[in-house]
């Protein structure tokens, strides 16, 4: 269930919002390296990515958030932009959009906290970059939602809804597992956040008036 790009823009401008500062910040990174599809890690270091040995080591916390708005190639950009797109502008709808943003923000940075846990007890710590760990947390929030609250949407969108979004979480967590280039840490750390935001919120949720 996807909502028209038109009714979208004008219905729920926090999902674009957060999609054009990921994709400026793609770009001018871009511009920077000389490298449109794939600007690297020493740029991706540069420019705010969450990396143990500088947000634990040098108490850089502000990576947490930074990193959340940072995306290692132009595929890797699209398909966050893509499933934010898909799930957000919904939530928006359904949540208002302050609720929205501070569960994108905060449950992405359980994310992003969750990630840096994990790489800081590796022996050798990767970096870590994206929107997936926040669109995870959207994801567990929104399933969460359609679970307790039957009386939203039409019950045959609730069920296409729940389907879709568990065969999402599912996928890409089995892909997180079997490659070691994905970020599985701050996927379940958003998606368990979202989760537990979904239990907190549901029950006062009404469809916003936009």
Known sequence: MEIPTVIALR???????????SVAVYLLMALQSGDLMSPGGRNLVAWGANFAPLTLGRGELWRLFTS????????????????????GSMVEILCGRKKYLAIYLLCGLAGSAASVIFNAMRKYPGISIGASGAI???????????WLRKDLIHPS???????SGAF?????????FMSSGIDNAAHLGGLVSG???????????RPAQH
């Open 11 to 21: 219905t729920s401008p926090v999902t674009f919002i957060l999609m054009a500062m």
């Open 68 to 87: 959340m708005f940072l995306h290692g190639s132009l595929m890797h950009l699209a398909i966050n932009m893509y499933s934010l797109y898909s799930v």
């Open 136 to 146: 995870f947390a959207i994801y567990g929030f929104f399933l969460m939602l359609m």
């Open 157 to 163: 969108a609730r069920r296409q809804i729940l389907q």
């Open 168 to 176: 999402f979480i599912a996928i890409n967590l089995f892909l997180g």
């Open 195 to 205: 989760v537990f935001a979904g239990l907190l919120l549901a029950r006062g949720v």
